[in-house]
Structures are given as C-alpha cells and as structure tokens.
C-alpha cells in the first residue's frame, strides 16, 4: 500500500549565506494533522528551515514540496529560477507564518490585522472579513479586543492577535516560531495554549520552540537540528525520554533546569 | 532718528496684501501636492531592489536639491520657453516648487521608510500581500505616520518659500508688499504687516498638522 502523499515534503534542502552553510541538506515530511516541533541551539538553522518554508528566504538547493506544488523555485533546463512576486505571493497564502516579534500592523486594529490578508489576498467582501476576524478572535479569546490597536493589547494578546491573522487565512501548513521567545513569563502560557487549542483542532503545524516541556505535550513528532542538519527525530515521548545520540542528550541536559 | 508709525496706508491696501496671500498659500498647495507625489514615487524608488530606479531617484534628489529655488524658478520662467516650452509665471513657479518641494520631501519619506520595521513587511508577505499590495496597506500608512513631524516642517519651507515667486512678478504677499512699501514709503509698517501674516499663516499650518498628529495616536 502506497503511503499517501505528504501535505509537506522538503528534500535536500541547502541555504548559504554569503560563504556561511545554514542549512546543509534537510529532508523533513509533514502529513495533515501533523504537530512537529523543531527544537535545537541556536544557529543549528531551526528558524531558516521555516523561512524557507514560508519563502521569505531564498535557498541554493534542493525542494519544498507543498501539497504536490514544487514552491519557490521553476525549473527550466535544469536550471533553477526564482519565481515572480505574484507567484510567491500566492505560495506564501498556502502557508501561516507566526513570528516571534509578532508583527503586527500597528495602524490597524486587532480585526483589520486579521483582515488584511482576507480583502486582499483573498478579496473577501468586507463584512464576510470582518466576520471571519470576529470568529478568528473569539477563538482565541480576543473578542473584546477587536477594535483595540496593537499599542493597547499585552504581548501575550498581540501574539494571539497574530495566530489569528495566519489561522484565518485557512492556510494548509501554520509554522510559529519561537512564538514566546519575545513574551514576559507570565504571559507565556496563554499564547502556548492558544497554540494547543489549534493543534487539537487539527491544524498542521511546523514549530520552532525552545519550549521542551510544551514541544513534548503538543508534538506528533519531534526533530533535533544541529548544525544545519536534522540529528534526530522522533516521536516526542522518545526524542525526549529516550535520545538516541550523545548530542540530543547533552543539548536536553543543558536545556532541562 | 525720526520715524513716527502711520499704519493707515497699509491697511488702505490691506486687501491686496490678503490676496496676496491667498495665491502664496495657493500656489504653495498645488506644488506641494505635486511634490508629495514626486516625492513618495521618488522615495519608494530610493529603497527599490533595482539599481536603475535608486539611480535615478538619486539624480533627482542631487540635481533639485543643491539647486536654490530662484535659479530653479528662474530657469523654469526664463529659460525654458527658449527651448519651446511656454509656462505663464504661476505654472512655472509652481511646477519649480513642486520639482523642489519633491526633492526634500524624497529625503523625508526616504527616512520613513527605512523606520518600518522589517518584520512587519514580512508578516504582510507572509500571508500572500504581493509587494505592491504591501506597500500600500501596510508600508505607506506607517511610513507617513512616522514622517509627519517632519512633514509638517517641510510644507511650512515651501510655503513660506511661495515668497521666491515675486521675484518673477507672481502678485503673492510679497511681491504686493514691496509695491505698498514703494507706493507708500511706510516701510516699517509694510514689513511688519506683512511679516505678521506669515507668521499667522505658519501658525496655522502648523496648528493644523499638530490636529493630523494626534488624530493619528504615534503606534
């Protein structure tokens, strides 16, 4: 029996900046549904992987495959070819993105954060936008907070603002990362369960976390990068329980307090 | 020194001075309006990926502004009809001052652009904005939010700088005042008229734009 195709499928991947090897030959395949996490010091590539991913880097070799699209790139004569704006542009509508600054417009309020994308992008008349944004908002329990500007809302609710504005565009793959890297402690915990929340309802994530604790609850499957390769994967319960490589054990031992 | 102030001369002609404020103000509106055109066009091409239009936004900028506005103006009247092209004095002094006005406003825009936070264009891309799309819901509102202070310097020179067209016979403040001064010989009180009018002028603009900036809270 033939394994269904997957939602995601990178193979080879290699980045470099300037004479710096980022990534150096990745393979990762997400299926729907899937929640994976991608944990690993700083500088292994973990943030580059989903830049790629969301096409706001380029990259020297190798494909992302999204939903049987090859993204990014065309091939003409075994030569490869960045594609236009237009065509990036619809791509990169596949996929949400969730920084760890958050990001959002800071002359629009929280529902026209969510709406920009939906008029524009998905030229939805404005009172289905607005509709869309109210629900995205209640869901992640903003509601109150539609028409309050980005300047007014606490870390916590901007970044809750922006798993909205990336959820609502019904994109195929959502990738966060580090989504509370930049967030007080105490604020921490509502955006990893709004996060939670979405996983359950069956979106497909890609997450760049330094979060153990939340990758091993929230995760079908957990990857280890170092170096700009992928070192290990698994399932978390033994990615986390049970490392295989002397390295993954070490990085655990150095993040684990 | 024996100068004793007699203001009724002045005033006798006070509404020529008022016209001549309203065409300065005019002429100041229309230029400036063209020139914030030339200028976001000009400044978007500044921070463009592609080198011919940062080249040439770059030309435009060096060529306007280290020219003074009377040479610009007086090339504009005076020298542009020998090549053919025939402008009355008002299209020539306001098509020097928007060229002019366009150049400082480039350099303003310019820094309010390089103020929009990288991450905030690529959370616009991230979810399928194209670059133009990007560039006008979410670059050019932060952008002109940003530039408004210095904005509001900007227009207050080029209005006052309407001045520069009595030199080629525009009927504004100016121009008006120095006839009423040669007309009359009140020269202090001429000046001093017509300086207050500017001043009173400026205190408005500038009132106006501090209204812009607080309808618009700094994010």
Not at chain 1, 181 to 194: F, G, H, K
Request: net charge positive; aromatic share 8%; proline share 4%.
């Amino acid at each position: 029996m033939n394994k269904p195709q997957p939602l995601l499928a990178i193979r080879g991947l290699t980045k470099q900046f300037g004479a710096v090897e980022v990534l150096k030959g990745v393979d990762l395949d997400l299926d729907q549904g899937d929640v994976v996490s991608i944990i690993g010091s700083s500088g292994s590539g973990k943030t580059t992987l989903l830049r790629c991913v969301n096409l706001l880097e380029e990259y020297q070799g190798g494909d992302i495959v999204l939903d049987g699209e090859t993204i990014g790139y065309r091939s003409v004569n075994g030569r490869r070819h960045r594609l236009g704006d237009r065509a990036l542009s619809r791509q990169r509508a596949m996929t949400g993105m969730v920084f760890q600054s958050f990001n959002l417009f800071p002359h629009l309020s929280a529902a026209g954060n969510v709406m920009l994308g939906l008029r524009k992008v998905l030229k939805l008349p404005k009172a289905e936008a607005r509709a869309i944004a109210e629900t995205w908002l209640a869901r992640v329990g903003l509601a109150a907070r539609a028409d309050h500007y980005p300047s007014q809302l606490s870390g916590g609710q901007q970044q809750r603002v922006a798993i909205a504005r990336a959820l609502a565009m019904n994109p195929k793959l959502v990738l966060l990362d580090e989504v509370t890297s930049a967030l007080d402690p105490e604020l921490v915990q509502e955006v990893l369960n709004t996060v939670k929340g979405i996983a359950e309802d069956g979106a497909t994530l890609l997450i760049v976390t330094h979060e153990m604790r939340f990758a091993r609850d929230v995760s079908s499957r957990v990857v280890f990068m170092e170096q700009g390769r992928i070192h290990e994967e698994g399932p978390a319960a033994e990615i986390f329980g049970n490392p295989k490589s002397a390295r993954l054990a070490e990085f655990l031992r150095n993040t684990r307090h | 020194m024996e100068y004793s102030l007699h203001f009724g001369a002045v005033w006798a002609s006070f509404d020529r001075l008022l016209s001549g404020l309203a065409i300065g103000l005019a002429l100041a509106v229309v230029a400036v309006a063209i020139g914030t055109v030339l200028g976001l066009l000009a400044a978007f091409a500044a921070v463009s990926p592609y080198r011919p239009l940062r080249s040439l936004a770059g030309l435009y900028v060096a060529l306007i502004r280290n020219l003074p506005l009377l040479v610009l103006v007086l090339l504009a009247y005076f020298a542009l009809p020998q090549i053919g092209i025939a402008l009355d004095k008002y299209q020539s002094f306001a098509g020097a001052l928007a060229l002019y006005s366009g150049a400082y406003l480039t350099e303003v825009f310019r820094a309010g652009l390089l103020s929009v936070p990288k991450g905030v264009i690529e959370a616009a891309r991230s979810i399928g904005l194209t670059r133009l799309q990007t560039n006008v819901s979410v670059v050019a509102p932060i952008m002109l939010r940003n530039a408004l202070p210095s904005l509001g310097n900007t227009f207050i020179g080029m209005f006052k700088d309407s001045s520069i067209a009595a030199a080629i016979a525009v009927p504004e403040l100016t121009f008006e005042a120095r006839k009423i001064n040669v007309d009359t010989f009140r020269v202090i009180e001429t000046w001093t008229v017509a300086s207050g009018l500017y001043i009173a002028a400026c205190v408005v603009i500038a009132a106006l734009l501090r209204g812009l900036e607080r309808r618009f809270p700094k994010f």
